[in-house]
């Protein structure tokens, strides 16, 4: 400290001590208050989101990322939106950052959308700016990564796109919207009676959201997302279309499509560990084809071609059946055969003990002996008996 001496007599020695104990005698230096500073940043950022502030937005970034991200949501009816910064990494006036994005949509979603943000930032003038956003982790894109989203609303649906055309999702909107009555008809009106649809520009815009890659998602027309045995707070599920393999559907395959997937929706909250694919996806098939007076061979020509060769299959099909990159003729009989157990359930015991069962299995938590549990308490039958039962159905409806 220029002009003093520590230790000139006791009294001032004292002094100096005390001085030292909070900043030494040569000082300390300040707290890097950076994190802190980016919060309140990152605050202003989810604030001018929120209401729509272009010039607020970009006061937040630079005049690189300055605009990226709100012109490309605008559209999105937003609930919340905010960042938690949960790591910083800073190299002179250059950070990196890990933040947590909690975002909701309005109307569908109870509770924050959780995901991972990567970003990146600069210090000019002693203020923290952003340079860029962009996901993180394991998770996938958000819609607007992709581009600038059109949002169209139905009756029952929120349609979300990237490079599609308004009448196109409008389409959309209304295969929702005939898709969420009919399951409500099904399954009963325990759930929301809403979906939100995602419609990116292509397959990769798909596997991008999905946060895997394309190859395995090629020939899905769509997929739903969601939190399983999810709860009345968790965020809404989202359905996703593959643009390339929806769009060389019929119009019955369209319907039944966004169908199934509306099912996997409403059944949800009773969708959980317990729950095996082919009961899961089978019943979303039951559902997405009732009324639709198509038979047995029509809905499930692989099994059908295996049962005329002889090739009954010995037993409902296991989860791994169901896998998006193996073979399709096995993927589509696991499919057929789920499908072909429900509508088992609903021909002998009828639909309201069909979806008795559905929930009866979820709802037992773990997978060991919910099935079996089930069998025995809503159908009075066993395993074996039931599987014989559908072995007969198999050469029955399809010979």
Not at 158 to 184: E, H, I, K, M, T
Request: charged share 25%; proline share 4%.
């Amino acid at each position: 400290m220029a002009g003093r001496r520590c230790g000139a007599s006791r009294a001032w020695l004292s002094v100096v001590l005390l001085l030292a104990g909070l900043v030494g005698c040569g000082g300390r230096a300040a707290p890097d208050t950076a994190a802190a500073d980016v919060q309140r940043v990152l605050d202003r950022r989810a604030a001018a989101v929120l209401d729509r502030d272009d010039a607020a937005f970009r006061a937040t970034g630079t005049a690189a990322g300055a605009g990226q991200g709100l012109a490309s949501l605008r559209e999105v009816p937003l609930s919340a939106w905010s960042y938690r910064l949960a790591d910083l990494n800073r190299s002179g006036d250059r950070a990196t950052a890990r933040a947590e994005l909690r975002y909701g949509i309005d109307g569908y979603d109870t509770a924050p959308v959780k995901v991972d943000r990567a970003l990146g930032l600069t210090r000019t003038g002693g203020t923290w700016r952003v340079t860029s956003d962009e996901p993180a982790g394991k998770g996938g894109d958000q819609l607007w990564d992709e581009g600038t989203v059109t949002a169209v609303r139905g009756r029952h649906s929120l349609v979300l796109g990237v490079g599609q055309s308004d009448g196109r999702l409008r389409a959309f909107a209304g295969l929702a919207d005939r898709a969420v009555p009919a399951v409500s008809d099904a399954w009963g009106a325990d759930w929301s009676r809403h979906v939100v649809v995602l419609v990116p520009k292509s397959l990769e815009g798909m596997a991008g959201l999905l946060g895997a890659p394309a190859s395995g998602y090629r020939g899905i027309a769509a997929v739903t997302t969601g939190e399983a045995g999810g709860s009345a707070k968790a965020p809404a599920d989202r359905i996703i279309v593959n643009p390339d393999a929806y769009g060389v559907l019929g119009d019955l395959g369209k319907q039944v499509v966004l169908t199934h997937e509306t099912t996997h929706v409403a059944t949800r909250a009773h969708t959980t560990a317990a729950t095996p694919l082919w009961l899961s996806e089978g019943y979303a098939d039951w559902a997405g084809y009732r009324g639709s007076g198509r038979t047995a061979g029509q809905v499930a020509p692989e099994l059908q071609r295996a049962v005329a060769e002889g090739d009954v299959p010995a037993a409902l099909p296991g989860d791994g059946d169901f896998g998006f990159s193996g073979d399709a003729g096995r993927l589509a009989r696991a499919y057929e055969g789920g499908w072909m157990a429900c509508r088992l359930i609903a021909d002998r015991w009828g639909e309201v003990r069909l979806n008795d069962f559905y929930r009866a299995v979820g709802d037992h938590g773990k997978r060991a002996g919910a099935v079996d549990a089930a069998l025995r308490e809503v159908l009075h039958t066993t395993p074996e008996s039931f599987t014989a039962l559908w072995r007969q159905y198999l050469r029955d409806q399809l010979s």
